[in-house]
């Protein structure tokens, strides 16, 4: 009776630490964490040069919109707009 019962535990034992084994080796869990410490690493390194590009973009878009309303501003009927120049159409 207690040999069944110690076999049994000692069965149910070696199964869950197969069941592990197999587990580990499927999803790696060090190797993904490695993988994500790397990434964050990867990731803190270019965020300088990601954050210049941005602004970059920003710069570059923010000219043409004021280019644009500049445009818009000369080929505008109305005065107040186009600032000191006065309207020719009155």
């Not at 580990?24 to 410490?37: C, H």
């Not at 710069?59 to 501003?73: P, T, V």
């Amino acid at each position: 009776m207690l040999r069944d019962t110690l076999e049994m535990n000692i069965k149910r034992l070696i199964d869950f630490l197969i069941y592990s084994k197999n587990f580990l080796i499927r999803k790696n869990p060090i190797k993904a964490m490695t993988n994500s410490f790397s990434e964050g690493v990867k990731e803190f390194l270019t965020m300088n040069k990601k954050r210049k590009m941005a602004q970059y973009r920003l710069n570059y878009h923010r000219h043409q919109f004021q280019k644009m309303e500049q445009l818009i501003a000369e080929n505008n009927q109305h005065t107040f707009l186009r600032g000191n120049n006065l309207n020719e159409t009155r």
